[in-house]
Protein backbone atom coordinates (compact mmCIF):
# COMPACT_ATOMS: atom_id res chain seq x y z
CA UNK A 1 0.00 0.00 0.00
CA UNK A 2 1.66 3.41 -0.88
CA UNK A 3 0.25 5.42 1.50
CA UNK A 4 1.94 2.83 4.65
CA UNK A 5 5.33 2.71 2.56
CA UNK A 6 4.91 7.02 2.41
CA UNK A 7 4.24 6.79 6.17
CA UNK A 8 7.35 4.53 6.71
CA UNK A 9 9.90 6.09 4.63
CA UNK A 10 8.68 9.18 6.47
CA UNK A 11 8.89 8.42 10.22
CA UNK A 12 12.34 5.89 8.73
CA UNK A 13 13.69 9.43 7.66
CA UNK A 14 13.10 10.73 10.83
CA UNK A 15 14.86 7.87 12.58
CA UNK A 16 17.76 8.89 10.37
CA UNK A 17 17.94 12.23 11.37
CA UNK A 18 17.30 11.70 14.99
CA UNK A 19 20.69 9.33 15.16
CA UNK A 20 23.00 10.96 12.85
CA UNK A 21 25.41 13.00 14.03
CA UNK A 22 27.24 15.95 11.76
CA UNK A 23 29.61 18.45 12.41
CA UNK A 24 29.41 21.57 10.87
CA UNK A 25 32.16 24.86 10.84
CA UNK A 26 30.74 27.95 10.76
CA UNK A 27 32.74 30.97 9.38
CA UNK A 28 30.90 34.23 10.01
CA UNK A 29 32.10 36.35 7.38
CA UNK A 30 30.91 33.84 4.68
CA UNK A 31 28.04 35.05 2.67
CA UNK A 32 27.25 32.00 0.89
CA UNK A 33 24.35 29.63 1.10
CA UNK A 34 22.58 29.16 4.69
CA UNK A 35 21.04 26.42 5.51
CA UNK A 36 17.25 26.68 6.50
CA UNK A 37 16.34 23.45 8.21
CA UNK A 38 14.52 20.64 7.34
CA UNK A 39 10.62 20.71 6.05
CA UNK A 40 8.00 17.97 5.67
CA UNK A 41 5.69 17.41 2.50
CA UNK A 42 3.53 14.71 3.72
CA UNK A 43 0.60 13.98 1.33
CA UNK A 44 -2.47 13.57 2.07
CA UNK A 45 -3.14 9.79 2.24
CA UNK A 46 -0.26 9.38 5.13
CA UNK A 47 -1.26 12.23 7.34
CA UNK A 48 -5.05 10.71 7.01
CA UNK A 49 -3.30 7.59 8.24
CA UNK A 50 -1.33 9.32 11.06
CA UNK A 51 -4.48 10.69 12.29
CA UNK A 52 -5.90 7.04 12.83
CA UNK A 53 -3.02 6.14 15.29
CA UNK A 54 -4.24 5.35 18.63
CA UNK A 55 -2.91 7.17 21.60
CA UNK A 56 0.36 7.80 22.92
CA UNK A 57 1.36 6.44 19.60
CA UNK A 58 -0.22 9.45 17.26
CA UNK A 59 1.24 12.17 20.03
CA UNK A 60 4.70 10.31 20.01
CA UNK A 61 4.80 10.57 15.86
CA UNK A 62 4.05 13.59 16.14
CA UNK A 63 6.60 14.66 18.85
CA UNK A 64 9.22 13.08 16.84
CA UNK A 65 8.23 15.18 13.85
CA UNK A 66 7.86 18.68 15.27
CA UNK A 67 8.79 18.87 18.62
CA UNK A 68 12.39 21.65 18.24
CA UNK A 69 15.76 19.75 18.91
CA UNK A 70 13.89 16.29 19.29
CA UNK A 71 13.55 13.72 16.57
CA UNK A 72 12.93 15.46 13.24
CA UNK A 73 12.72 18.95 14.31
CA UNK A 74 11.15 19.70 11.44
CA UNK A 75 11.36 23.26 10.65
CA UNK A 76 8.66 23.82 7.64
CA UNK A 77 5.22 22.43 7.14
CA UNK A 78 3.64 22.08 2.91
CA UNK A 79 0.35 20.18 3.20
CA UNK A 80 -2.34 20.21 0.58
CA UNK A 81 -5.18 22.23 0.16
CA UNK A 82 -7.70 19.34 -0.74
CA UNK A 83 -10.39 19.44 -3.66
CA UNK A 84 -11.73 15.99 -2.76
CA UNK A 85 -9.13 15.01 -6.06
CA UNK A 86 -6.08 12.48 -6.02
CA UNK A 87 -3.44 14.46 -5.17
CA UNK A 88 -0.15 12.56 -4.68
CA UNK A 89 -1.21 9.32 -2.12
CA UNK A 90 -4.93 9.95 -1.48
CA UNK A 91 -7.30 12.67 -1.91
CA UNK A 92 -7.54 15.43 0.70
CA UNK A 93 -11.55 16.49 1.31
CA UNK A 94 -12.81 20.04 0.02
CA UNK A 95 -13.79 22.60 2.38
CA UNK A 96 -15.95 23.72 -0.56
CA UNK A 97 -17.85 21.13 -2.49
CA UNK A 98 -20.15 24.01 -3.41
CA UNK A 99 -19.36 27.47 -4.28
CA UNK A 100 -22.08 28.65 -0.93
CA UNK A 101 -20.94 25.56 1.49
CA UNK A 102 -17.83 25.83 3.48
CA UNK A 103 -17.50 23.02 6.15
CA UNK A 104 -13.96 23.86 8.42
CA UNK A 105 -13.94 20.28 9.58
CA UNK A 106 -13.43 18.43 6.45
CA UNK A 107 -9.95 17.04 5.61
CA UNK A 108 -6.74 16.23 8.03
CA UNK A 109 -4.59 19.08 6.75
CA UNK A 110 -6.06 21.48 9.03
CA UNK A 111 -5.67 18.95 12.06
CA UNK A 112 -1.98 18.20 10.94
CA UNK A 113 -0.85 21.86 10.85
CA UNK A 114 -2.68 22.97 14.17
CA UNK A 115 -0.62 19.56 15.73
CA UNK A 116 2.81 20.97 14.10
CA UNK A 117 1.86 24.81 15.28
CA UNK A 118 1.05 23.30 18.85
CA UNK A 119 4.40 21.31 19.11
CA UNK A 120 6.50 24.03 17.11
CA UNK A 121 5.30 27.56 17.24
CA UNK A 122 7.44 29.08 15.11
CA UNK A 123 7.13 26.49 12.21
CA UNK A 124 7.32 27.86 8.92
CA UNK A 125 3.68 26.79 7.30
CA UNK A 126 2.75 26.47 3.51
CA UNK A 127 -0.45 24.91 1.65
CA UNK A 128 -0.98 24.34 -1.82
CA UNK A 129 -3.75 23.16 -4.23
CA UNK A 130 -3.42 20.09 -5.60
CA UNK A 131 -7.06 19.58 -6.97
CA UNK A 132 -9.90 21.74 -7.30
CA UNK A 133 -13.55 20.84 -7.22
CA UNK A 134 -15.06 21.46 -10.59
CA UNK A 135 -17.01 24.21 -9.87
CA UNK A 136 -13.49 26.12 -9.17
CA UNK A 137 -11.93 24.56 -12.44
CA UNK A 138 -14.39 26.01 -14.73
CA UNK A 139 -17.65 27.26 -12.91
CA UNK A 140 -19.78 24.49 -14.13
CA UNK A 141 -19.65 20.64 -14.22
CA UNK A 142 -18.12 20.50 -17.52
CA UNK A 143 -14.40 20.34 -18.45
CA UNK A 144 -11.84 21.37 -19.88
CA UNK A 145 -11.23 24.33 -18.12
CA UNK A 146 -8.91 24.78 -14.95
CA UNK A 147 -8.66 27.22 -12.12
CA UNK A 148 -5.90 30.07 -14.05
CA UNK A 149 -9.05 30.40 -16.29
CA UNK A 150 -11.20 31.29 -13.42
CA UNK A 151 -8.93 33.30 -11.40
CA UNK A 152 -11.58 35.13 -9.10
CA UNK A 153 -13.24 31.48 -8.33
CA UNK A 154 -9.60 30.31 -7.71
CA UNK A 155 -8.88 32.94 -5.49
CA UNK A 156 -12.00 32.62 -3.45
CA UNK A 157 -10.94 28.76 -3.11
CA UNK A 158 -7.95 29.89 -1.72
CA UNK A 159 -8.91 32.91 0.72
CA UNK A 160 -11.58 31.16 2.58
CA UNK A 161 -9.12 27.63 2.82
CA UNK A 162 -7.14 30.37 4.58
CA UNK A 163 -9.70 31.78 6.57
CA UNK A 164 -10.45 28.95 8.15
CA UNK A 165 -7.24 27.89 8.70
CA UNK A 166 -6.81 30.85 10.95
CA UNK A 167 -10.59 31.18 12.30
CA UNK A 168 -11.61 27.90 12.75
CA UNK A 169 -8.02 26.06 13.67
CA UNK A 170 -5.92 29.26 14.74
CA UNK A 171 -3.75 28.70 12.46
CA UNK A 172 -1.88 31.56 10.74
CA UNK A 173 0.12 30.59 7.22
CA UNK A 174 3.53 31.62 5.69
CA UNK A 175 2.85 30.78 2.44
CA UNK A 176 0.08 29.64 0.12
CA UNK A 177 0.34 28.31 -3.60
CA UNK A 178 -1.91 28.59 -6.36
CA UNK A 179 -1.48 25.34 -7.78
CA UNK A 180 0.57 22.17 -7.79
CA UNK A 181 0.70 21.08 -11.05
CA UNK A 182 -1.79 21.82 -14.25
CA UNK A 183 -3.29 19.52 -17.10
CA UNK A 184 -0.93 19.47 -19.84
Known amino acids: DRAMASLGWMVGMMALHATSAASYTLHSEDTGRQFLGYGVNPSAGTYRLLHDYPEPARSEILDYMFLPGFGASYHRI ?48 YALAESWPRWV ?6 PPAGPLDLPALAAEYIVTWVAGAKHAHGVDLDWVGLWNEHWA
Open 137 to 142: ANGSAT
Open 78 to 125: KLEIGGDGQGTDGAEASHMRTPDTVNTSRGYAWWLLAEAKHRNPVIET
